[in-house]
């Protein structure tokens, strides 16, 4: 299974685009890249999901290089109910290949 | 549509005692996974179940975890003794692989399991 890497946190203010990198050196050919947010006191929930190039959909864009070791989460003018984990894993989820998390990346959006 | 729904949403028992989590999924989703969160760790991979049939279940950390998803619905997660150590919050997470690339995993809200 790919092992990911994220910063452990990172802060931003109101409006402002945050952009959280994940590295995935080992990903392997069948991988997909997906992000989830995690609130405190609730399950994971999906955001994005992407193997290459760039996916953008009404919450997120998923930027990923040529090379897929690493990929971007872009988010829009955040507020403050965007403070939370969020987590990059890889995996195909075709096969048996099921979704491992890391540590996630805690963001907290300051007024 | 109902979500992942997950019962009960916090336990307390005692060390040596029986728990059995239960897990909704949501209708029509062939995919059923257990993670768990023990303090200050990551969230970990439990098993898989794909209908009724367990798919991975290498995450199980022994034989006190029982997973069962009798009929393909819902699940349920026995442990038997409780130790401390099984403390945690336990998800619950369904998709379906049709659209899993739109719409990923659905995730229950966890059960929160305290062993005293």
């Known amino acids: 299974l790919a092992k990911t890497t994220q910063p452990i946190s990172m802060d931003s203010y109101e409006g402002q685009e945050v952009n959280i990198t994940c590295s995935h050196n080992?990903?392997?050919?069948?991988?997909?890249i997906t992000w989830y947010q995690q609130f405190p006191s609730q399950g994971p929930r999906f955001i994005i999901q992407?193997?290459?190039t760039k996916v953008t959909n009404e919450v997120a864009s998923l930027f990923i290089p040529a090379d897929r070791k690493s990929s971007t989460l872009s988010l829009p003018r955040v507020s403050l109910s965007d403070t939370a984990v969020y987590y990059c894993l890889v995996g195909d989820y075709r096969g048996n290949n099921d979704m491992r998390f890391g540590a996630g990346t805690r963001l907290t959006v300051k007024p | 549509e109902a979500g992942v729904t997950q019962f009960p949403s916090h336990s307390v028992i005692e060390k040596g005692q029986t728990v059995t989590l239960r897990c909704d999924p949501i209708?029509?989703?062939?995919?059923l996974y257990w993670y768990r969160r023990v303090m200050g760790k990551e969230i970990k991979f439990l098993l898989h179940f794909v209908k009724e049939s367990k798919q991975d279940e290498s995450g199980m950390p022994n034989n006190r975890f029982l997973a069962e998803r009798t009929g393909g619905t819902y699940s349920t997660l026995k442990v038997q003794p409780a130790e401390l150590e099984d403390s945690g919050v336990y998800f619950c997470?369904?998709?379906?692989?049709?659209?899993?690339?739109?719409?990923?995993?659905?995730f229950g809200s966890g059960t929160r399991l305290t062993v005293v």
């Open positions: 080992n990903i392997a050919t069948n991988d997909y």
């Open positions: 209708s029509g989703h062939d995919n």
């Open positions: 997470a369904s998709s379906q692989l049709r659209n899993q690339a739109l719409y990923g995993y659905t």
């Open positions: 992407g193997y290459k």
